[in-house]
């Protein structure tokens, strides 16, 4: 069994799941995909599993559930870089989550800047057969940070590139800019926003 087939089972259980219940919780997400995955791979005599966390965006915090890569935040305040561990278990090993999954809240203030990446980036491969790693890529983050988020993107995905010697596996990133609400009512904004990219 691909791991392409085993994205798309969780892609539509989640999709599933959020348009019977639009405001469910990750958690309760989670169980949702977890319950296809054990199902459906299981019947295929498959013994595969994945990893996956899911954010649902609130006004002053992000909830969070499922262990997947770290999320890191420049905080703007204080100009520096936060980086936060999530936690939990695989998708598709146990019947049901309970006990293994504890949502957790990030607070994020106004011009915080978000970076949720897969492990190709981190896991990218220099000539000299060294993994770019976690440590550079919250270096490469700080440098960007400021910059509009499909800027930041952009310039992250480039440094990558001529890093890797061949590539291995997908490089995704997306870099999320939280925007003050008092100053979009006083008037548009540039740049501000989300940007998935990915080669």
Not at 18 to 44: H, K, M, Q, T
Not at 101 to 121: K, M, N, Q, W, Y
Request: net charge negative.
């Amino acid at each position: 069994m691909s791991a392409g087939l085993i994205m798309m089972m969780a892609q539509t259980s989640l999709i599933t799941a959020l348009n019977a219940e639009p405001d469910c919780s990750p958690a309760r997400a989670l169980e949702v995909v977890n319950g296809a995955l054990r199902e459906n791979v299981g019947r295929l005599g498959s013994h595969h599993y994945m990893t996956m966390s899911i954010l649902k965006l609130g006004d002053q915090s992000i909830e969070v559930a499922g262990h997947h890569q770290d999320i890191i935040i420049y905080r703007a305040a204080e100009g520096a870089v936060e980086v936060v561990p999530t936690n939990g278990t695989w998708l598709g090993i146990a019947d049901s989550l309970e006990g293994f999954v504890t949502p957790s809240h990030i607070r994020v203030e106004a011009e915080d800047v978000i970076l949720l990446f897969t492990d190709g980036l981190t896991e990218a491969t220099g000539a000299s057969g060294e993994m770019f790693g976690q440590d550079r890529l919250v270096r490469l983050f700080a440098e960007h940070a400021r910059s509009e988020p499909a800027d930041a993107a952009k310039a992250m995905l480039d440094h990558l590139h001529a890093y890797q010697h061949d590539q291995h596996d997908d490089m995704t990133l997306l870099v999320v800019r939280k925007v003050d609400k008092a100053a979009v009512a006083e008037g548009p904004t540039s740049g501000h926003g989300a940007n998935p990219s990915a080669s």
